[in-house]
């Protein structure tokens, strides 16, 4: 059966540890007492219907009171002589595995709790990215209809560019660093660009390493500023985050829209795919 939540794979998890927890106090301490066993199996089986929580609590009994027999039982020479690993036994294995239950239910609230906050933010500010706190590819859809419009229908005083920067060799980037510290590089990035942006422009994240700028009333002939002044900065972005200079390699890409031949049938997929080509333009000229 397919699990499709991280609560049950959390409760499969509890109750596997479980049975590893009895199997072993069963051969090492009960020494074949079945009614002792059933007994507190009994109790911790119980424990699991009535919720994690009463589980966690009688793992905490049972810790102290098997922590307190194998510490008596170590402590005096007869019984230590007789009963050494089943002393070892009752001072490692239930405090051990409780307190990895506890680990497994504090791992499951903070995720729930993160999961509650995300879907709160999305709801509030729908138009945001929630990783890189840039607006997102849905806000620049509706942005980039806007500024081609403006384009169509003013082309004597109105034009814009876009700007992608795009983080090259992503699934190697993201094997290498774990997904935690990847979303962390995302918002080091985002911050860095934010810095370079004039007044009037917007920075967007439209997913899989991709940054874009849009920026209002700045044409082809004054575009490379920007691309220029993002270069200049891109090792400040790696050692900001402790990446050593060649670790992050960042391609850049440029489309200006001036006139109605340039707006007329664009949308937001050809703009992207536009930005790419230019983007794959612009590195072979660099490492050339």
Excluded: C
């Excluded at 990035?189 to 009333?217: C, Q």
């Excluded at 390699?249 to 440029?254: A, D, E, K, N, T």
Aim: charge should be neutral; aromatic fraction near 12%; charged fraction near 20%.
């Amino acid at each position: 059966m397919k699990l499709k939540t991280i609560d049950n794979l959390v409760f499969i998890g509890m109750f596997l540890i479980l049975i590893y927890q009895y199997a072993l106090l069963y051969l090492s301490v009960i020494n074949g007492s079945w009614l002792n066993f059933l007994l507190v199996a009994g109790a911790f089986g119980l424990g699991l219907l009535l919720g994690r929580t009463t589980y966690i609590i009688l793992g905490g009994v049972l810790s102290f009171v098997s922590m307190s027999a194998g510490g008596l039982m170590l402590a005096m020479p007869y019984t230590r002589a007789m009963y050494f690993w089943a002393a070892i036994a009752l001072l490692t294995i239930t405090p051990l595995t409780t307190y990895l239950m506890y680990l497994l239910d504090h791992q499951l609230l903070k995720r729930k709790t993160l999961a509650a906050q995300l879907e709160k933010l999305a709801q509030e500010k729908p138009d945001y990215e929630l990783i890189t706190g840039a607006l997102n590819g849905t806000a620049l859809e509706h942005d980039l209809q806007q500024e081609l419009s403006l384009v169509f229908y003013h082309e004597q005083d109105y034009r814009f560019t876009l700007t992608m920067v795009k983080i090259d060799f992503l699934e190697n980037l993201v094997n290498f660093l774990g997904n935690a510290r990847f979303n962390e590089l995302l918002r080091v990035t985002a911050r860095h660009l934010e810095t370079m942006l004039f007044t009037v422009d917007h920075l967007y994240y439209t997913g899989t390493g991709r940054f874009v700028i849009l920026s209002p009333m700045l044409g082809a002939n004054n575009a490379p500023i920007m691309k220029t002044k993002i270069k200049a900065n891109i090792n400040d972005i790696a050692e900001t985050f402790g990446l050593t200079r060649d670790a992050l390699v960042l391609r850049i890409g440029q489309a200006s829209y001036s006139t109605q031949d340039k707006a007329v049938n664009r949308d937001y997929e050809t703009a992207l795919k536009q930005l790419e080509r230019s983007a794959e333009t612009d590195i072979v000229k660099e490492y050339i």
